[in-house]
Nanobody, 131 residues
Framework: QVHLVESGGGLVQAGGSLRLSCAAS????????MGWFRQAPGKEREFVAA????????YYADSVLGRFTISRDNAWNTVYLQMNSLKPEDTAVYYC????????????????????????WGQGTQVTVSS
């Protein structure tokens, strides 16, 4: 079992920045690729960013490319999402997720976009961007 706890959400004006953190506990953190998803009211959960177990590969949704940066610190069992140039359409609950690396490497291209590839989820943190 992997327990994930997100933090760092809040209210920010358009153009501002926030840094989300996700602290993991339980099984070996470095065995898992990590992802960030978000869900706005009335919408489906959507992929935001993902990072491989080593941090050597990162993936982003087109809507956040160039504005958001995902990173991880395996020594501290934490994954981060730095969000810059925030827009009102970034408003959502942001979820951290963990996917077994040994399994997803066999899942084919774009595995990181699929919610069902992830084994564990956090409770989410609210990000609100005012115009």
């Amino acid at each position: 079992q992997v327990h994930l706890v997100e933090s760092g959400g809040g209210l920010v004006q358009a153009g501002g920045s926030l840094r989300l953190s996700c602290a993991a506990s339980g099984r070996t953190f470095s065995n898992y690729a990590m992802g960030w998803f978000r869900q706005a009211p009335g919408k489906e959960r959507e992929f935001v960013a993902a990072i491989s177990w080593s941090g050597g590969s990162t993936y982003y949704a087109d809507s956040v490319l160039g504005r958001f940066t995902i990173s991880r610190d395996n020594a501290w069992n934490t994954v981060y999402l730095q969000m810059n140039s925030l827009k009102p359409e970034d408003t959502a609950v942001y979820y951290c997720s963990a996917a077994d690396s040994a399994r997803v490497v066999r899942s084919g291209a774009s595995w990181y976009r699929r919610t069902y590839e992830y084994d564990y989820w956090g409770q989410g943190t609210q990000v609100t961007v005012s115009s």
